[in-house]
Nanobody, 124 residues
Framework: QVQLVESGGGLVQAGGSLRLSCAAS????????MGWFRQAPGKGREFVAA?????????YYADSVKGRFTISRDNAKNTVYLQMNSLKPEDTAVYSC????????????????WGQGTQVTVSS
């Protein structure tokens, strides 16, 4: 079992930055690929970024965030991060992290564990 807790959301003006954190329980964090997803009001869940297990050598980004967002992981702290720069109003959503054993994927249905989400609101 893996429990995930996100933090770092909030209200920010367009062009600003936020860093989201996702802290995981358990002693096998490095064995899990991690992903960030978001869901805006009235919309479906959308892939944002994903990082492979262990060294995180494989990373994927949605086209909408490429060049603005950076995903990273610190296995010693059992934490994955999402650095969000140049934020836009359309980035407003609830952001959730997810964990999948071994294999990284961009597909939400393939993740086994989810956090409760953290709200990000970007004002224009």
């Amino acid at each position: 079992q893996v429990q995930l807790v996100e933090s770092g959301g909030g209200l920010v003006q367009a062009g600003g930055s936020l860093r989201l954190s996702c802290a995981a329980s358990g002693r096998t964090f490095s064995s899990y690929a991690m992903g960030w997803f978001r869901q805006a009001p009235g919309k479906g869940r959308e892939f944002v970024a994903a990082i492979s297990r262990s060294s995180g050598s494989t990373i994927y980004y949605a086209d909408s965030v490429k060049g603005r967002f950076t995903i990273s992981r610190d296995n010693a702290k059992n934490t994955v991060y999402l650095q969000m720069n140049s934020l836009k109003p359309e980035d407003t959503a609830v952001y959730s992290c997810a964990a999948r054993y071994l294999v990284v994927t961009t597909t939400d249905l393939q993740y086994n564990y989810w956090g409760q989400g953290t709200q990000v609101t970007v004002s224009s």
